[in-house]
Every structure is written in C-alpha cells, then in structure tokens.
C-alpha cells in the first residue's frame, strides 16, 4: 500500500504549499487507519523539502512517479520515497530512497550495524544501506509484479543533515553501501546524479500503481526453509531491530566463556521474527564451531524443524542441533557453548512426564551454557506451569554472575504486518486497552463465521491454495477418540460438524502432515508455527456478558493439563487465581487467533461473543 503517490510535478507543488507533512499525514491515516508521531511529521516536514530540491531538474521528468511512505506488503515496514519512471533503455526503474534525519554516528565492530541517535536516546541501529538493501529485497520477494517483470530496483539512502566523516561511508560498511550508494549532506547533486542514471523518462507503464496492484506472493514458513538454512542459504533478509538482535547475539556468543556468562533475553510478540533470529543464530553459531542447541518446551516445532531436515542431515546430527527444555537437569556446567531457547515463555520449573525432575528449567538452562539466548512473550504464557518471564530469567542470570542484555523485536511479518491487527485483537479480548478499533483497511482476513460447518469449510478451500490453512481450538473438547478410533471428540450436530482431534497420528508435526486439514488442532501443536489460514473454534470458556469478556477455566475438558490444579489454587487464593486463569485462557485464544499469517477465522459457540466480534469489525 503506497500512502502518498503523486507525479512529480505534483509532489513539488504539494510540497510549495508548506504543508507537505499534513498532506502525507491525513492520507496515512485514510489508508493506514493510523496515527504517526510528532517526530515523523516532522521528519516529513523536513526530509520531503531536501527530495524537492532534488527533483528541481529538468532533466528528472515531470511525469515520472512519486511515491511516499510505501507498506511493503505482509510486513509493517515502510519504504520513505519513491520514484519510478524508464531507463535510458526505456525499461522500467524504481528508486528506493530510505531518508534518514541523522547527523552522526559511530561505528561498531557488529556487521552492517551502527550507533546513533534515535527516538530521545543513542542505539545500535542497522546502516542505511543495509536498511535500503534489505527494503528492496523485502519488496522483491513479496510483490509479483516487482520480482516476475522486468523492474530495476535501485535501493539508495539519503542522509541530508549528515557531514562526511570516517563512519557512515566506512570501509567496514562497503559491502551494503555498493548494493545501497548512501548519499551525504554534500552529495546532494551526487543524489541527483544517480536518479537521472535510473530514470530518465516517466513513468510510462504506471509502474507505481502495478506495483501497488500487484499480486502478494506466497510468503515462506520458517519450517519449509530450515534445511536449506542449515545448508547455509540466506532464506530470510533480517531486517532492522532482527538483524541488531542476530549481531549481538554472535558478539555475545564469541565474548562469553566460563568465567564470562552472557544471558541475552529478546522480547517480541507474535510474527515479529524471533524463530527466524533463533534459527539463524543456531546455524551462524555452529559455523562459528560454537557447541548450540535450540530449546524449546513445546515439542511442535522441534519435531516439526527435525522432519523437515530429514534426509539433509543424519539423524544424530539432527538430534544434536534441537532438545526439550527439561534435558538440562543433569548437564554439567557451561558444557555448551550457546542455548538458544526459543518460546522461552513457555518454560517450566519441573520437569519430566510426571513434572517431578529438576529444580527450575530456566536456572538449568543458565547453568549448562557459556552463553544463553531466551526468546520471550509473556502474552503467549497459557498453562499454570509456565513460569517464563522476563523477571525470572534476569535472576537466575544474576545468580550465576551472568551478564544480562535485554533486547526488543518490532518487526512485523505475520497478520499481513499488521501491528495494528494484535492491538485491535488485545483491546477485544480485553488484554490490554489500545485505539486500535477497526481494522477494516489493514488487509487482514478476519472474519467471523456463523457456524462450525462454515468455519470448516472456507478453511478446506483456502487449504487448496498450498496445504497451509488449518483449525484450531479451545481445549473444551474431550479426547474419545483417542481410546475409540471411530469416535469424534468436537462435535456439532445441528450443523453436520464432526472432527477429531489431531494428537493421536500426526503428533507434534500436525500443521505439516498432509491431511491434518481434516483434523483440528490445539494451542500444544501450533504455539511457535504458522499457517497462512487460521480457523478457531472457541469453547464456553470464554464468552461475553454485557460487553464483558469473561473467563471459565470449567469450561476446558478435564484431559487439558494447561489448567489442572485450578481448584486447589482457587481455594488457596481465589482473587490471583482467577486473574491467572484469566490471562491464560485469554492469551490462549490470542495466540490461536495470531497463528495466520493472511487470515483468521473464527467461530464462537457463544452468541453473544460472536455479536461482541461482529460489531467490533462493523
């Protein structure tokens, strides 16, 4: 989605208004349904006067397009400017300006990464030219029309309030700067230069609106890519705050020793990119000869990973790349050189079959390595054990005289990119409140179905599409079909719905079995993995009274473990077991509703939370 586009005779006069900056802002929030901060508006104000003088040549045509603040679709990044218009050859060009307000920075010792001044404090940031670079292959890999035609893309950034110096044009940056030319305070008719190189006609075949059009290519899983990844293939760009967090983590790998524990905790919602930083830091580390496992409590997405790395690696060398949270109980200590626990927000404290091993999976994380990286959201813990939380770590971490970083991710790659879908879905389910009120415009399929029959269906068909659109549930159904082949455990049958649960066959790999459409999963086989369709069933235990939601942890079947002891812990104290329960039970059905990367769908056997969802998206 292109916020501002314009042709270039247009955008100078727009900019000859002096109110270039409220021109852009009221289109973000029409297309956007957005607000944007005082620092932005300002960055506008500024940077778009700096491209006016720019384009004042004739030489640049007046029909060639201009485009401001372009979404890279099925991401939340934003490309500042754009120009298209024809080569010399009278083949199609674009120009992908990142524009950046900066005015110094130091360099570090961090590939592609550097200190500067960002939002009221100094940060590690990525080099323009690596944002520029990285930009323009995001927008390749995801727009047909960018990647199938013949479409030049040159990738450049500009940098007008910056003097030259020994930093940003950096040998040690050469690598992203010849992809990416950066352009200085005095390169001004440098910058012109190269846009007259790349565009010396208009924008004849309206490449800005093809591009705009064009069709959204399917998006890669994780899982789908591993063994190419541990081949060593660069699957996935990092982009921005990933490849800040990726660089620390190596730095921190290489610095730590016995003597010197380094802990790293990384924060991050749903999409934002923690499993492709994990996977990649398992692959660099081991390259590094860096003794790394991934952990994980949840069994899916190890088992999940290791059958997709079948046959690209022998099965001892799989088993030594991935192992369960609850392996560490008699690891000696600072055996391994890194752990890289990915969900870390679903560890326990015991551990074993019966729960009764160990002491405390996060201090005998701590304790077998050198140097540990724990991947966390606490709005995705959704059993009574789960004890992962950022408070927990950092002591335990401080109990071995390790040092502590804690880091953030931001990038949005699932929900279409949409920051804004899991603000707008934590204010319904009353998680927390955001503005976030409609989400009609942000090109996510949400929709809620009228009965389980419809849910099931539009999920067969969009699992046509490439076998990656699945159903999921509440745990409020039994298991009877675990004991009886021929029973169904989640029946409606005043719609002619009937299905099993799928934790008999498929197990841990149910979202990439061939025929688990047929079978509806729960929160224990698709935490951490993605489909691009979602289909959620939610029980009686959430429901809506009054505008209310409201919570029964009754409701789940006495075959979830998630919940069992509840009783006891009511008795014991009702008020913070309520509120526990609360959350679980609400978090539980956020990350179902979270798991689509292009769709969600929803059904309710509670009316009056199905009126509740209905009003919200009208």
Not at 146 to 158: D, K, R, S, V
Not at 540 to 547: A, S, T
Request: glycine share 6%.
């Amino acid at each position: 989605m292109i916020v501002y586009t314009a042709k270039k005779s247009q955008f100078l006069d727009d900019v000859l208004t002096n109110d270039i900056e409220n021109i852009v802002l009221r289109n973000v929030k029409r297309k956007l349904n957005k607000g944007v901060s005082p620092s932005e508006i300002k960055s506008w104000a500024s940077s778009l006067v700096y491209m006016d003088r720019i384009l004042q040549d004739t030489a640049i045509p007046d029909d060639c397009g201009i485009a401001i603040e372009y979404q890279i679709p099925q991401t939340g990044k934003r490309i500042d400017f754009i120009i298209s218009g024809q080569s010399e050859e009278k083949k199609d060009s674009v120009i992908l300006i990142e524009l950046k307000q900066w005015s110094e920075a130091k360099l570090t010792s961090k590939d592609s990464i550097v200190e500067t001044f960002v939002g009221g404090r100094i940060g590690e940031h990525t080099h323009p030219s690596y944002q520029a670079w990285s930009y323009a292959t995001l927008l390749q890999g995801f727009n047909e029309v960018a990647y199938t035609q013949e479409i030049g893309l040159h990738p450049c950034a500009y940098l007008h309030n910056y003097a030259a110096d020994n930093v940003i044009k950096n040998a040690f940056y050469s690598e992203y700067i010849q992809k990416a030319p950066v352009f200085l305070k005095a390169d001004a008719l440098k910058l012109r230069e190269f846009i007259k190189k790349h565009v010396r006609y208009g924008d004849k075949s309206d490449v800005l609106f093809r591009i705009e059009n064009g069709r959204i290519r399917p998006s890669k899983l994780l899982a789908d890519c591993i063994s190419k990844m541990i081949r060593g293939n660069e699957e996935f760009i990092m982009v921005d705050d990933q490849k800040v967090i990726f660089e620390n983590a190596v730095a921190l790998a290489k610095r730590s020793s016995s003597q010197n524990k380094k802990v790293l905790i990384v924060k991050g919602g749903p999409g934002t990119g923690k499993s492709v930083v994990a996977i990649n830091l398992l692959v660099t580390l081991t390259k590094l000869g860096l003794m790394t496992q991934y952990v994980s409590k949840n069994a899916a997405p190890r088992a999940v990973y290791e059958a997709r790395l079948t046959g690209t690696l022998k099965a001892t060398e799989i088993r030594n790349l991935f192992r369960g949270s609850g392996g560490f109980i008699d690891t000696p200590e600072n055996e391994f050189d890194a752990l890289i626990v990915d969900e870390a927000h679903r560890l326990n404290r015991f551990s074993g079959l019966f729960g009764n091993l160990g002491d405390n999976q996060i201090r005998e994380i701590i304790n077998a390595s050198k140097f540990s990286v724990f991947f966390i959201d606490e709005d995705q813990r959704v059993t009574l054990k789960d004890i992962g939380r950022v408070e927990e770590i950092e002591m335990w971490a401080y109990k071995t005289d390790a040092e502590v970083t804690v880091l953030e991710l931001n990038s949005q790659f699932r929900c279409n990119g949409s920051d804004g879908y899991l603000a707008w879905l934590d204010n319904l389910l009353q998680i927390r409140d955001t503005v976030n009120d409609d989400i009609r415009d942000l090109e996510y399929d949400f929709r809620v179905m009228p009965n389980p029959s419809a849910l099931r269906d539009i999920i067969f068909e969009k699992n046509k599409e490439r076998n990656r659109a699945r159903m999921v549930a509440g745990y409020c159904w039994k298991w009877p079909s675990k004991k009886d082949k021929s029973a169904y455990d989640i029946e409606f049958p005043e719609y002619d719905f009937r299905m099993k649960w799928n934790l008999t066959e498929d197990g841990s790999v149910w979202i990439i079995s061939p025929n688990s459409v047929n079978e509806v999963g729960c929160i224990h086989t698709c935490q951490g993995l993605e489909a691009d369709y979602i289909g959620v069933i939610v029980g009686g235990d959430l429901i809506v009274r009054n505008g209310v939601v409201v919570t029964d942890a009754s409701k789940r079947a006495s075959s979830d473990n998630s919940v069992k002891g509840y009783k006891s812990l009511i008795k014991h104290n009702k008020n913070q077991a309520l509120t526990q329960l609360d959350l679980i039970i609400k978090n539980t059905y956020r990350t179902l509703m979270t798991r689509g990367m292009k769709g969600c769908y929803v059904y309710f056997t509670d009316k009056e939370a199905e009126e509740y969802f209905k009003a919200a998206l009208e």
